[in-house]
């Protein structure tokens, strides 16, 4: 396998994709965030100290998504097309689900846009209710779906049979 983000001196460098054609790409990426009682209460009551917290998470993780080049050394800047970050709340587990689909039409991938919107937004959670849970736990966030690209399709059919629900 060859290493593409790597030159022939083993430096890292940003991948050339200027002859790759441009096609219409999506990604959706999921993760999710365990809370206590209180807390997961809060979200669902709309009674959180620092206030809404799934429309602060909704915009952070946007904002996460529309900055991935600033903050993944090799991404490449992209013409993002839409964002969309959604929440299920999953009373029984005490879990906010959170979801981040993002459009392009380029010549690379959204996966790592996808990513970093909703591990923004689950970071914005974790901020917004620290002061009633110091035991929140972040985790599962994984690259659900993508389409475009020579890649093609792709669909983490094992992420799905462990109970994963469509957002």
């Known amino acids: 396998m060859e290493l593409t ?21 999506e990604a959706l990426a999921r993760g999710s965030i365990f809370l206590g009682q209180q807390a997961f209460r809060a979200v669902r009551q709309g009674t959180a100290p620092k206030g809404d917290v799934l429309s602060v ?12 080049a600033e903050m993944i050394p090799l991404c490449h800047i992209l013409p993002l ?3 969309e970050v959604d ?23 959204v996966e790592m846009e996808a990513l970093q919107g909703v591990s923004t937004a689950l970071l914005t959670i974790y901020d917004m209710l620290k002061s009633l849970d110091k035991e929140m736990e972040i985790g599962r966030i994984y690259l659900a779906e993508k389409t475009g690209g020579k ?9 799905i049979e462990e109970g994963s629900r469509s957002l």
């Open 87 to 109: 929440f299920l709340l999953d009373e029984e587990a005490l879990r906010v689900e959170a979801s981040c689909r993002v459009r392009t039409k380029a010549r690379t991938g």
């Open 81 to 83: 097309t839409g964002i």
């Open 57 to 68: 998470a909704r915009v952070a993780g946007i904002m996460g998504a529309k900055r991935t």
């Open 151 to 159: 890649s093609g399709s792709f669909r983490n059919e094992k992420r």
């Open 5 to 25: 983000h790597f030159d022939d001196r083993g430096n890292a460098r940003m991948v050339d994709v200027g002859e790759k054609e441009i096609t219409c790409r």
